[in-house]
């Protein structure tokens, strides 16, 4: 299976809402899908896991959606600190992968 | 909430061997699934590998199948990846993450990879 992110590069400015998206070649459990959040020099952090579960910590800005091929990530207000690239991944039990990423900058 | 460090990086001659390292403090080592990560400079994340809480499975992606090994110590919490024969485009920051996953009621599930380490950083060069 491999995943699609679109856009490859997402300008907004902040308050605007953001939606990302992540296409699987081919159908998988929602519960597979996770998404990670990746700033300059750091290890990713986990967002959302279950396709639509936020981890803990995580702003309810960030929320989830999707199933079957396609899942998207919406950042409902975009705070200065959300300008990151993000990363959907799938996990079942014996495929992983993610996807490559789509970088949200600042318009 | 947990830690892990990674340890054992440097600059490699192609073809040689390392051995990357990664120390778990914090939490219960071995209720946990752990994962190899790497990123290459300028790049985007790369699932390497993932070894389930007890050892008992073991999954690779396909470009390090038979040449990198995935193996932990559970009774010193050490998460280990052998890396054999190395090539250019091995050249990445590997991070290793925990992940809560397994089967409950023979339900497979998995809550994402939550904890990350710093990285450790391989270049392979002559």
């Known amino acids: 299976i491999v995943l699609t992110q679109s856009p490859g590069t997402l300008s907004l400015s902040p308050g605007e809402r953001a939606s990302l998206s992540c296409r699987a070649t081919?159908?998988?459990?929602?519960?597979?899908l996770a998404w990670y959040q990746q700033k300059p020099g750091q290890a990713p952090r986990l967002l959302i896991y279950?396709?639509?579960t936020r981890a803990t910590g995580i702003p309810d800005r960030f929320s989830g959606s999707g199933s079957g091929t396609d899942f998207t990530l919406t950042i409902s207000r975009l705070e200065p600190e959300d300008f990151a690239v993000y990363y959907c991944?799938?996990?079942?039990?014996?495929?992983?992968?993610f996807g490559q990423g789509t970088k949200l900058e600042i318009k | 909430q947990g830690q892990l460090v990674e340890s054992g990086g440097g600059v490699v001659q192609p073809g040689r061997s390392l051995r990357l390292s990664c120390a778990a403090s914090?939490?219960?080592?071995?209720?946990?699934?752990m994962h190899w990560v790497r990123q290459a400079p300028g790049k985007g994340l790369q699932w390497v590998a993932v070894?389930?809480?007890?050892?008992?499975?073991?999954y690779y992606a396909d470009l390090v199948k038979g040449r990198f090994i995935v193996s932990r110590d559970n009774s010193r919490n050490i998460l280990f990846l052998e890396v054999n024969n190395v090539r250019a485009e091995d050249t990445a920051v590997y991070y290793c993450?925990?992940?809560?996953?397994?089967?409950?009621?023979?339900?497979?599930?998995?809550?994402?990879?939550?904890?990350w380490g710093q990285g450790t950083t391989v270049t392979v060069s002559s």
């Open positions: 993450a925990r992940a809560d996953m397994g089967y409950k009621n023979n339900a497979y599930y998995n809550y994402g990879m939550d904890v």
């Open positions: 914090g939490f219960t080592f071995n209720n946990y699934g």
């Open positions: 070894i389930w809480n007890d050892g008992s499975n073991k």
């Open positions: 081919q159908s998988l459990s929602s519960s597979y």
């Open positions: 279950g396709a639509s």
């Open positions: 991944q799938l996990s079942s039990s014996s495929l992983y992968a």
